[in-house]
């Protein structure tokens, strides 16, 4: 019972001090350069319509980048009004989101959808980076609870991407039985991404028995909704999260979780939909080229961000393909950790 109690009140704290940061860092409107208005060609149908799930955390700079995620995904699609936004975000910014997201983007189709941390706050165990532990990170989990029942499908996307190809390519894969599309690295060391107590305890090692499991980043995942929530995914990533919790299998933030469910059971995406590590490892976050192959979307996952590096004044060569989408109206921002 006082176990119970302690973790309650270390819960409790947590949830105070992130709503003090975040209604410090409100003070701090960032402001951005009003997009142009992008409109569909004449053979758009109005019943072909692309669902896109993103996070909106108007507390750090990631902000920045989702502004600019929205911007490539508009300025490539060949029906950019048929493009509606699922925006998660934090409830206590929501009218600054809205009024930001309105500004900058007034013909933009968008809805924002209240994430509450304190039903993952107590599931998340700290990672190699202390931005893959905040609570915005882990609201894809959550996506088929939050998002209308009768949205069949959706694109999720981080915030830290842009595309250069249209999005209606990717919204129209066939999923096959599948309940996620992403693409597969299936030679990548799939042993490196759990604990070694993970593999020596053999009903965890078991896990994958039956599976070929691949590695796919979730920053770009294509999800059919009403086959998650039939078979109630959510849950089944808590579970993993719990055991983490206790076992410590994995290092690495949300990514484990999903690979741990899914792994093996994704329906295959072509690698141009995720040219992803753009923002190096997750300590140095040093430069990196692309992958070979055709390119539709980049992907700077890792520790270096475009808008860091270029305020910096020490971008990668890749950064300038990034900074064409950036709305923001330039000061500098503070440094991602």
Known sequence: MRRILSTAIATLLLLLLLLLLLADSASSNPEFN?????RNGKSCSPREVVHIAMTLDYSTPYLRGSIAAVLSVLQHSSCPENTV?????IPLHHPLLRSTVSATFPFLRFHLYPFRPSIVLPLISSSVRQALDQPLNYARIYLPDLLPPSLPRVIYLDSDLILVD???NLWNIDLHSHVLGAPQYCHANFTHYFTPKFWSTPSLGATFRRRRPCYFNTGVMVIDLLKW???GFTRKLEHWMRIQKRYRIYELGSLPPFLLVFAGNVAPVDHRWNQHGLGGDNLQGLCRDLHPGPVSLLHWSGKGKPWLRLD???P??????WSPYDLFKHEILISDS
Not at 34 to 38: D, L, M, Q
Not at 85 to 89: A, E, G, I, T, Y
Not at 316 to 321: E, K, Q
């Open 312 to 314: 910096a004044k020490r």
């Open 34 to 38: 009003e997009a142009p208005a992008f």
């Open 85 to 89: 936004f699922h925006f998660l975000s």
């Open 166 to 168: 249209d999005i209606a």
């Open 316 to 321: 990668c060569t890749l950064d300038n393909l």
């Open 229 to 231: 929530r039939r078979h």
